[in-house]
């Protein structure tokens, strides 16, 4: 599957009680000689360390 942009969404808990709630979205881009952006397919090892790294915090 190409993934051009990732969507996470997260809960801040202290104890019990929900004190916070959020949402990511991560896309990657590359910039072409005139400066223009455009949407590339994200890295599998970087898509990886994202979703790594929002489940364990």
Known sequence: ???F???FRYTVVCG???I???TVTAACV????DGVMKAV???AE???RLRARLESA
Do not use: Q, Y
């Open 1 to 3: 599957m190409v993934h």
């Open 5 to 7: 942009s990732n969507f």
């Open 16 to 18: 019990e009680t929900t």
């Open 20 to 22: 916070g709630t959020g």
């Open 30 to 33: 590359r910039r072409d000689a």
């Open 41 to 43: 397919e994200i890295p």
């Open 46 to 48: 970087l898509l990886a």
